[in-house]
């Protein structure tokens, strides 16, 4: 089946009890067993497998190319789980343009437990060759980056990664593409990991994370730390991020056409110091973008002029974009992220431009967009 196909229908047969073309939300804990030991159809508590969670797990891998995954209750929980794969003094890799929650997680958490970080410049595979050590055992990127928008070759730097004696493992983010845009696991990546409250929810009304994999072997660790470390979604956010995956596609083509609109006027405006976009041909890694992804997405940053003051009145200036943290849904946002997302990288080698605004491009109409964005920038 083709991705708008599985959008709707993957894992979400109708109820075999009634006949239900919806999944149902099965708000229960605990289940029936037909004996000691004995559970009916393998549910024997909500932890560790839930009807609904179930349904969007099977969705989330059909929809990467998968074949196993794994809903959390967050983004973060989904992360911090895939970390817990690793042994003290492990060594972990990762992009030195990560979001600012994954790099507080990384830095201010996960090293206190003996994990070792390195933050380097993915976009350049020799890079990520060079910072590899016998230590590693694990790579992590972002691709588009949150906020640089930086796209990082995936099947080069698999090739690389794959190619190490500890042969590490390549997880990659991919909460900006979603897998409509883009599907790592064919790229040669072990693991894709989303914030489901962003693209794949898509309303901004549900916090949720996922794991997606192919390898059994790495599929029965993975469910064992979810049952065993209890960060799971629950059935009606479950239900949430299903009802959001159905419109999936439509919505990554608008918020994609609804973009372009606002980087053409931002790539010709004379406070605009910096476009950052990744279908846009200024853009350092535009030719791996295009390749990659199926088109540029709704995400679009920027560096203005006039510094941290005139990207402040910016932001509080506009009347539709609402000035909030997160991204991805129907809804427009504006933020500043080195006074918000990423106020945790601050003074750090991720630390990011005062002057960097991100737009995450709802599904409105673009002439009404592109107006909010003209007044705000005269404000400025």
Known sequence: ????????????????????????VYFT?????????????????????NPTRKALQDCLAALEGGSYGLA????????????????????????NDVYGGTFRLFDKVLRRFSLDFTFADTTDPESVAEALTPQTRLVWLE???????????????????????????????????????QRPLELGA???????????????????????VKDKELADKLYFLQNAVGAVIGPMDSFLVLRGIKT?????DRHYENAKVIVEFLSKHP???TLIYPFHESHPQYKVAKQQMRNGGGMISFIIKGGREAAIKMVEATKLFTLAESLGGVESLIEVPAAMTHLSVAGSQLDVDPAL??????????????????????KA
Request: net charge negative; charged share 20%; hydrophobic share 40%.
């Open 1 to 24: 089946m083709k991705f708008e196909t599985l959008a709707i229908h993957a894992g979400q047969e109708p109820d075999p009890n009634n006949g239900a073309v919806m999944t149902p």
């Open 29 to 49: 804990s605990t289940y029936m067993q037909d004996g000691v030991g004995k559970p009916r159809q393998g549910y024997e508590y909500s932890r560790t497998q």
């Open 72 to 95: 959390f209750a967050s983004g973060l929980a989904a992360t911090d789980t895939v970390l817990r794969l690793l042994n003290a003094d492990s060594h972990i890799l990762a992009g």
């Open 143 to 181: 691709t588009p980056t949150n906020p640089m928008l930086r796209i990082t070759d995936i099947r080069a730097v698999a090739e690389i990664v794959h190619a190490h004696p500890n042969n590490p493992l390549l997880v990659v983010d991919n909460t900006f593409a979603t897998p409509y845009l």
């Open 190 to 212: 072990d693991i894709v990991v989303h914030s489901m409250t962003k693209y794949l929810g898509g309303h901004s009304d549900v916090v949720g994370g996922a794991v997606i």
């Open 248 to 252: 999936l596609p439509l919505r990554m």
């Open 271 to 273: 406070k605009v110091e």
């Open 357 to 378: 605004v991100r737009l995450s491009v709802g599904i409105e109409n673009s002439a009404d967009l592109l107006e909010d964005i003209k007044q705000a920038l005269d």
